[in-house]
């Protein structure tokens, strides 16, 4: 069991666990560092920072995920030591959020009319007060038989190029970077073997601030961790790594603390947030 993980989602996106549960599970596993990072969604971090005061051993890093568009396919910035509060930041993930409900609609009346029944109302029920995505669409395709795992409803059917897939509101990776700086954060790449070129896409985003990419990832093979770590030491970034945790329940899922990501990882965003806030403080 890893004592970092820098990559988890709650209620307040598409996780099951709230940001309360989510903090507590971390402390009885052991974890010392842990960032939220919610899909478009800062609401999980001011209950996670409350809840995270009754575990002195555990630090928690407030943070986002920002999903992004390409041309092939979807790149996601990860953004550690946001400033939660800025109303830029706020404005755009609610853009972001709206997006995403007429965006799943979309796909729920796609499957609809592939004879995949999925009722609106129990994607909502599942996705209670979080912002509604892709994985309570599949959650509520589990739930009555139509897909055996959580994964294949992705690969077949919600996934970039499935039968069912629906574009939304488009950013650019280099423009989730630059919010992300804009908001006081630190921008790291997730997860880059989602991209097909990730050495060209780590090239183009370190140039408009990148300061980071997750290297140590639960899909990561053996080969594509190092070759990974390498390109980190190249262009200058930080390694960082997690488990994308949900909380889903599914046999396949990673569980929190479940990928082994070095303490180095945390501790290198941290004295770089520190650097950033005295520099701040000093202009």
């Not at 930041?89 to 997006?99: D, I, K, V």
């Not at 093979?221 to 945790?245: K, N, P, V």
């Amino acid at each position: 069991m890893s004592g970092v993980d820098l990559h988890i989602h709650s209620t307040a996106s598409d996780g099951k666990l709230s940001p309360e549960t989510l903090v507590s599970k971390a402390a009885e596993l052991g974890l010392k560092v842990i960032a939220l990072t919610d899909h478009d969604s800062v609401d999980g971090i001011t209950p996670a920072l409350e809840a995270v005061k009754n575990f002195p051993e555990l630090r928690l890093i407030p943070g986002v995920e920002i999903s992004t568009d390409l041309a092939d396919g979807e790149a996601h910035v990860l953004g550690y030591f946001i400033d939660y509060t800025s109303r830029e930041l706020g404005a755009a993930l609610e853009r972001f959020r709206n997006s995403r409900q007429g965006r799943a609609r979309g796909m729920v009346s796609k499957l609809g009319a592939m004879g995949i029944d999925i009722d609106w109302q129990r994607v909502q029920e599942i996705a209670g007060d979080g912002s509604i995505g892709r994985p309570h669409i599949a959650r509520a395709m589990l739930e009555k038989g139509y897909i055996a795992t959580f994964e294949e409803a992705f690969d077949k059917y919600i996934g970039h190029g499935g039968l069912a897939y629906v574009e939304r509101e488009k950013m650019t990776p280099e423009e989730a970077v630059e919010l992300i700086l804009r908001s006081r954060g630190l921008p790291v790449l997730a997860h880059p073997f989602t991209v097909n070129n990730p050495e060209s896409m780590i090239k183009k985003l370190k140039a408009v601030g990148l300061v980071g990419v997750e290297v140590y990832y639960k899909d990561n093979t053996a080969e594509q961790t190092e070759s990974t770590l390498g390109l980190a030491e190249r262009y200058g970034l930080i390694a960082t790594g997690g488990t994308d945790y949900h909380g889903i329940g599914d046999s396949n899922e990673v569980m929190l603390g479940g990928v082994e990501v070095p303490l180095e990882a945390a501790e290198r965003l941290i004295a770089m947030a520190g650097k950033q806030a005295l520099k701040q403080a000093n202009q």
